[in-house]
C-alpha cells in the first residue's frame, strides 16, 4: 500500500553570492524604534467599547491612524526598523558564509485564533530582574501572515570567498522592511499582542540582509509569500507519485526494452499501456513473460476494484452522518501507523477524511471486501516473485 509521510525540514539558502541590489538612499530616514513606535499607537488607538459596531470602530481608528504623524498622510508607506542580535560565521572549509539567529516564530492557532501567522521577533526590552534564569521583558515583533504551510528559514547560507567573509563580518546588518496592515479582528487593529510578544501587524514583509557601509544588498527575503523552494520540489514529486500510484502504473520488460506505464486493455492478443509522457505503447502479449502476464491480470483486477470504490454511494460512519462520495485514496495516520484514513470526494468537491475504524459497520465490511480483492492479488503476485509493489 501507498504510504505517504509529512517530512519537515528547515531549508538553508546557497545561492551565488552577487551584489545587484543595494538599500534606497532614503531607507535611513524611515527607520523606526519599534518600541516606542508601539508604545504610542497603543496610547493613541483607543480599544473598542463594548457599545460600537465593529465597523464603526473600525472607522474610526483607522482615521486616527492615517492622521498620525506616522504615515505623513501617506497609507501605503514603508518602515524600516533594524533587527538585533543577526549573526554571521564563516566556514573556510565550505567557503561559506551564514546569516544566523533569525528569530521567526510559528504562532499557534489557540493564541492567535490562525494558523499562518508568525513572529519576527526585532527587539527585547529587559525590566532588569531576574525571573526563572532570564531577564523579564518584552519581545517587539513584526506579525505577518503566511500561508503556504513551508518553513521559514532561521538561517541564511551563501558561498563566498576569505576576503568577501571579513568584510561581511565587519560590516553586515539586518533590516526589516514592512507596511502596517489594519487587522479587523485585533482588539486594537494594528497592535499586535500575545504574551510578552507586542509589536504590528504588517503585510509586504520583507528581511534584509545589508552592508552598512557600502548599502549593497546581502539576501532579501520576501516572508509574508515564502515559499520554501525544496519543499515545494518535495511536495510535487510527492503529488506526481501518489497520482502514478492511483493510476497502477508499473516498469513492464519487452523485447523492445523496458518502459514505466500503466496498463490500459488487452485487445487481439495486443496489450495497450500508457506512458508518463502520455504516448501510447502496444505488445503483443506473445512477447511478455509470464510474469507480465501475471502483471496484466493483477493490473485489470485494480482497474475492476477502482472502479468499484470510485462509483458514488452513501457512506456512513460511527456517529450516524452519511456522505454521498466518492472513494479517493486511503493512507496511513500520521501517528497512529496502525490506523488509515479514508479520503472521500462530497459532491460539492470538499475532501472528507475519515478512519478506517469510524466507518459504519456496513461501509467498513463494503471497503474491506471491495478493497481486499486487489490486496489479496497483490501479496499473491509478490510472494511469487518476491518483488513489492506501490511501496515508496
Known sequence: MYRIFLIFCVSFFSVSFL????????????????????????????????????????????????????????????????VEDIEFIYDADKQEGSFKNIRINHMFKHQVKSDDIYCL??????????????????????????????????????????????????????????????????????????????????????????????????????????????????????K??????????QDWETPEGKFFGKYIKTQKNIAYFEKEDGTEVQVSLDDLSPQYHDLIKLAQTFKRVKTALLKPRMWDSDSKK???????????????????????????????????????TRDKKWFENTYNEFLKAKEHYEEKYSVKLLDE
Open 121 to 238: 521577533i526585532l527587539k527585547k526590552t529587559s525590566f532588569g530582574f531576574q525571573k526563572k534564569n532570564a531577564l523579564g521583558g518584552d519581545f517587539y515583533v513584526i506579525a505577518f501572515h503566511n500561508d503556504s504551510g513551508n518553513s521559514i528559514p532561521t538561517s541564511l547560507s551563501k558561498p563566498m570567498d576569505v576576503a568577501t567573509a571579513k568584510e561581511t563580518k565587519q560590516n553586515c546588518k539586518a533590516v526589516v522592511k514592512f507596511s502596517v496592515s489594519p487587522q479587523e479582528n485585533a482588539e486594537k487593529l494594528i497592535l499586535f499582542h500575545v504574551g510578552n510578544y507586542k509589536g504590528f501587524y504588517a503585510q509586504s514583509v520583507s528581511l534584509i540582509v545589508y552592508n552598512q557601509e557600502t548599502k549593497e544588498i546581502y539576501d532579501n527575503i520576501d516572508l509574508a509569500n515564502y515559499k520554501n523552494p525544496e519543499k515545494e520540489a518535495k511536495e510535487k514529486n510527492k
Open 240 to 249: 506526481e507519485r501518489a497520482q502514478k500510484v492511483m493510476e497502477f502504473f
Open 19 to 82: 551584489f545587484a541590489e543595494k538599500m534606497p538612499d532614503t531607507f535611513e530616514s524611515e527607520m523606526i524604534d519599534i518600541s516606542k513606535a508601539y508604545s504610542s499607537f497603543d496610547e493613541l488607538i483607543p480599544i473598542k467599547d463594548e457599545f460600537e459596531t465593529t465597523k464603526d470602530y473600525s472607522e474610526k481608528t483607522k482615521k486616527l491612524i492615517l492622521g498620525s504623524s506616522f504615515f505623513n498622510g501617506n497609507p501605503d508607506r514603508y518602515f524600516y526598523v533594524p
Open 322 to 360: 452519511k456522505y454521498k462520495a466518492t472513494f479517493v485514496q486511503i493512507a496511513p495516520h500520521p501517528v497512529l501507523k496502525n490506523q488509515l484514513y479514508i479520503f472521500l470526494k462530497l459532491d460539492n468537491g470538499e475532501i472528507r477524511k475519515i478512519l478506517v475504524t469510524r466507518l459504519s
